[in-house]
Nanobody
Framework: VQLVESGGGLVQVGGSLRLVCATS??????LAWFRQPPGKERAVVAV???????YYADSVKGRFTISRDNAKNSVYLQMNSVNFEDTGVYFC???????????????????WGQGTQVTVSS
């Protein structure tokens, strides 16, 4: 099983960025993006289930969109109107089960990508 993120980088405040995560080696009812700001703990950003359901952290609602391409086994995170608080390392993660009530708990996920850095600048 492997998850590979791409698309991170430097973006100005108010700008947009699209993260891509390609998965291989399995099927994952739950795919999610977590992020870890400098000096802080890793926390959930968005979750996408294979039935179309989605969850967003309050801090990104209305700005970020998670989407899945089940045929390509990929998950995306479209980040719009970014602000300084969006800076951090973004991780793609997957679970072989449908995490209905524990989707915000990082310990419930089976596999993690290596992470991609997102830096928001003025």
């Amino acid at each position: 099983v492997q998850l590979v993120e791409s698309g991170g980088g430097l973006v100005q405040v108010g700008g947009s960025l699209r993260l891509v995560c390609a998965t291989s080696g399995g099927t994952f009812p739950t795919l999610a993006w977590f992020r870890q700001p400098p000096g802080k703990e890793r926390a959930v950003v968005a979750v996408g289930w294979n039935d179309g359901g989605k969850y967003y952290a309050d801090s990104v609602k209305g700005r970020f969109t998670i989407s899945r391409d089940n045929a390509k086994n990929s998950v995306y995170l479209q980040m719009n109107s970014v602000n300084f608080e969006d800076t951090g390392v973004y991780f793609c993660t997957a679970s072989r089960t449908r995490l209905t009530y524990s989707h915000r708990d990082s310990s419930m996920y089976d596999t993690w990508g290596q992470g991609t850095q997102v830096t928001v600048s003025s």
